[in-house]
């Protein structure tokens, strides 16, 4: 597989988003068989794998490290702090956290947790309005001059946040939700992603499965699944949507291609910069997702999907109004 560039981090151009082995899918896999499908991806190209201490909270990590210790000098890994969470318990409290003592505290538990020396990225989940970001930058700038961290991340943040640390510490990544149906990247971040020479990692480039085909206003979501309390997984908003997989339909059928293949090659065609993460829980669909890399949509395709997505107005949220709400400050 070919490689990208975060900032100066290089990774695989596809990474592989790991929080779908939390249980936010439902159940989750039994360990062994999440740390076949981890290292299958590895052996499929994939280099760059993301996690976070939230998911769980720390289960994720725990796995991660476990999955990818025999290859660690082989890979990248980025995780992520910021959520109100007590680094004794474990217990996740309301709202943020990302004062200086807790960052510091939730890296020397992420590197215990995933079993190394050091963080190659390290995002700020979401950014706290309580905590002037330079303290923020400035504190993972020290983290990085003591060699636990290699590189700072944002997730979710605005144009302002971004700058603001960047004038303290380079950033490497932004990463937000970004696919066909979430396009709220476009006018601000992307642009400066370009400016400064920041990557940037979609998030959900699959649109939470439903950007795949396999998911329509008919599919039954457990109680278990995020997506049940999911505003643009109602049953009415997947039949109004629907508009969207059926253009990635039939682009697929004319490439001989899938659906999830051409919405991940039509990411990687916007900026050579963009490197999208899809989780999955099944090997044979990370095979899938890898072959997204090796998909050429011409000027053509790109101009036919940028025209028929014009006329589909997307309908729900992309997330409940509880988790929207720490988005792009």
Not at 13 to 39: D, K, L, N, Q
Not at 40 to 59: I, K, N, Q, R, S
């Amino acid at each position: 597989m070919k490689t990208r560039k975060l900032g100066a981090l290089e990774v695989s151009e596809i990474g592989f988003g790991t929080m779908s082995f939390a249980a936010y899918y439902g159940a989750s896999p039994e360990e062994a068989e999440a740390i076949r499908v981890i290292r299958g991806a590895f052996d499929l190209g994939v280099t760059h794998f993301d996690t976070a201490e939230a998911y769980g909270p720390w289960t994720n990590e725990v796995l991660v490290g476990r999955a990818l210790a025999p290859i660690r000098d082989k890979v990248t890994i980025a995780t992520k702090f910021g959520w109100n969470i007590d680094q004794t318990t474990g217990v996740r409290g309301p709202g943020l956290n990302s004062h200086p003592k807790q960052i510091r505290l939730v890296a020397e538990n992420s590197l215990k947790r995933l079993g190394i020396d050091t963080i190659d990225l390290f995002y700020q989940h979401r950014v706290d309005p309580a905590v002037p970001m330079e303290d923020v930058a400035g504190t993972v700038r020290d983290l990085i001059a003591e060699g636990k961290v290699r590189h700072f991340g944002l997730s979710e943040a605005a144009a302002g946040s971004v700058r603001r640390a960047h004038a303290v510490q380079p950033v490497a990544a932004i990463q937000s939700e970004y696919s066909l149906w979430t396009r709220e990247p476009e006018p601000e971040i992307l642009p400066l992603c370009e400016e400064l020479g920041i990557g940037f990692v979609p998030w959900s480039p699959l649109g939470a499965g439903f950007l795949t085909g396999k998911i329509d206003a008919t599919t039954e979501i457990g109680s278990g699944d995020f997506r049940a309390n999911s505003p643009r997984f109602t049953a009415e908003a997947r039949e109004a949507n629907k508009g969207l997989v059926e253009l990635l339909t039939r682009i697929a059928t004319a490439k001989g291609a899938t659906s999830a293949q051409i919405a991940l090659a039509w990411l990687l065609a916007q900026k050579p910069f963009i490197v999208p993460i899809p989780g999955t829980r099944r090997l044979d669909r990370v095979t899938e997702n890898v072959g997204a890399a090796s998909i050429i949509l011409t000027a053509a395709d790109l101009a036919e999907i940028e025209q028929e997505t014009a006329k589909i107005a997307v309908q729900g949220a992309r997330l409940p109004e509880a988790v929207l709400q720490f988005s792009y400050r």
